[in-house]
């Protein structure tokens, strides 16, 4: 969902609907906000998914990131403790890939796989249920396989 620019009313309704998974993508860290994401605001993203939890506690809560904008890996584990105080339980990380549309932001670095499988086992280590890091993962990355796996469990 989108931040609905912070409309607490808009949240309550989806969060009301009972989704299976309530999914709001992060997508870059907060120091590349202005640049990735200039309408949206990083911490009323994190209010977002803190509210989503609060409000429904046994909700299943989802975030994305991409890598390869210019973003620190200090700076993604840092989104990835601020993802897991909201409460969000998994978390997919992919590569930007650069839009064929004008006016979008170039690649400032592909990053290998093995940095994402690091990367992705840090994260876990960190708390989060699920966590799918490589290259081409993008936010529905086995998205009902990891619900199934959050739901029975295995994380």
Not at 45 to 59: D, H, K, M, Q, Y
């Amino acid at each position: 969902v989108p931040d609905f620019a912070g409309n607490l009313e808009a949240w309550a309704v989806v969060v009301d609907a009972a989704p299976d998974v309530f999914n709001h993508n992060l997508e870059t860290v907060p120091r590349l906000y202005p640049l990735v994401r200039p309408g949206a605001d990083y911490r009323r993203s994190i209010e977002l998914l803190t509210f989503a939890r609060e409000r429904a506690p046994g909700l299943a809560t989802k975030s994305g990131i991409m890598l390869g904008l210019g973003e620190e890996t200090a700076e993604v584990l840092q989104a990835g403790k601020d993802l897991l105080a909201a409460g969000v339980d998994m978390l997919t990380v992919g590569q930007y890939l650069r839009p064929a549309a004008p006016n979008t932001l170039a690649v400032e670095r592909f990053v290998p796989p093995e940095e994402f499988d690091a990367l992705g086992q840090r994260l876990r280590e960190m708390g989060f249920r699920s966590v799918a890091s490589a290259p081409f993962v993008r936010s529905s990355y086995n998205a009902m396989e990891s619900f199934l796996g959050l739901a029975e469990g295995e994380g």
